[in-house]
């Protein structure tokens, strides 16, 4: 399996913006799906942003049009930019990918988004 590590979550203001990163330990262009998930206290962990087949990119309605995700081939990382955060973006993110059948999970990282 993938092995994946997310970087980039801390502490903002409404508002304000954040750049997530994950590091992939192979290359990401065969992946079926890459991209990211989040999950809120209390609440199940749910799709934000997901670059399908290497091309298409999806986002969830609550954050279309403020994040941005992106693939950097030469390095197997994918990005999330995130702005015009809300406090209803607090969640730990974490980074997924599916290669061959397989899903692979990042540790996470935590964003905070204060009002």
């Known amino acids: 399996q993938v092995q994946l590590v997310e970087s980039g979550g801390g502490l903002v203001q409404a508002g304000g913006s954040l750049r997530l990163s994950c590091g992939a330990s192979e290359t990401i262009y065969s992946t079926s799906a890459m991209g990211w998930y989040r999950q809120a206290p209390g609440k199940q962990r749910e799709p934000v942003a997901l670059?399908?087949?290497?091309?298409?990119?999806t986002y969830a309605d609550s954050v279309s049009g403020r994040f941005i995700i992106s693939s950097e081939y030469a390095t197997n990382t994918v990005h999330l930019q995130m702005n015009s955060l809300k406090p209803e973006d607090t969640a730990v993110y974490y980074c997924?990918?599916?290669?061959?059948?397989?899903?692979?999970w990042g540790r996470g990282t935590q964003v905070t988004v204060s009002s």
């Open positions: 670059v399908v087949n290497g091309a298409r990119t």
């Open positions: 997924n990918a599916v290669r061959n059948g397989y899903s692979s």
